[in-house]
C-alpha cells in the first residue's frame, strides 16, 4: 500500500517491483538460489536507495495492526519517516545460512552461528522467496511476466 487512490500507480515502486521480479527470473533459471537471492538483495539495495534517496521511506500501520512502508506517505494517516543505514555492505558467498534468536529476542541471520548457540539452518525449501527451478515458471509467474511485456 502506497496511500496512493485505487488504479494509481506508484511509478518508482512499480519500476523497482518488476526489475526485481524480472532479475530473480533470469537469474533463478540459472543458478542456486543463494545466488539469485544475493543478485535480487544486491539489485534492491542499489535501485531502491535510488528510489529512497528521493523522498524517503515511511511507515505506518493501517486499521488491522498491519505495518506498511512506502516512499510516499498514506493521505488519510499519519507516518513516521524511517531512518535509512546508507552504509555499503559486503556480502561474501557461502554454501549454508544459520538463524538464531538471541537472549532480546532479535532474529539474526549469518554463514555461521556464535559458539554455544541453538541455531537452525536453513534449506531452500524454507525460505519465502521466490525460486524458479530450471526456467520452469509456475501459473501465477507466468501470467505476471505476460502482463509486463
Keep these: 500500500m502506497s496511500g496512493l487512490p ?3 500507480f506508484d511509478e518508482p515502486n512499480l519500476r523497482l517491483s518488476l526489475s526485481l ?5 533470469c537469474l533463478a533459471a540459472r ?5 539469485s537471492a544475493l543478485a535480487t538483495g544486491l539489485l534492491l539495495m542499489q535501485t531502491g536507495a535510488l528510489v529512497w534517496a528521493e523522498e524517503g521511506v515511511y511507515s505506518w500501520k493501517d486499521a488491522t495492526g498491519r505495518v506498511h512502508y512506502s ?4 493521505i488519510d494517516q499519519p507516518a513516521t519517516l524511517v531512518p ?7 556480502v561474501q558467498p557461502t554454501e549454508r545460512i544459520y ?3 538471541d537472549s532480546a529476542g532479535k532474529t539474526h541471520y549469518a554463514a555461521k552461528p556464535p559458539a554455544g548457540v541453538e541455531a537452525k539452518q536453513l534449506k531452500e525449501d524454507d ?10 515458471l509456475r501459473p ?3 501470467t505476471l511476466l505476460q502482463e509486463v511485456r
Excluded at 543458478?31 to 545466488?35: A, D, E, G, L, P
Design 71 to 74: 516512499n510516499r506517505p498514506p
Design 6 to 8: 485505487n488504479g494509481v
Design 21 to 25: 521480479m524480472l532479475a530473480q527470473t
Design 127 to 136: 525460505s519465502s522467496l521466490s525460486t524458479i527451478h530450471s526456467g520452469q
Design 99 to 101: 538463524t538464531w534468536t
Design 84 to 90: 535509512l543505514n546508507a552504509k555499503p555492505v559486503t
Design 140 to 142: 501465477g509467474e507466468e
Design 31 to 35: 543458478s542456486s538460489w543463494r545466488t
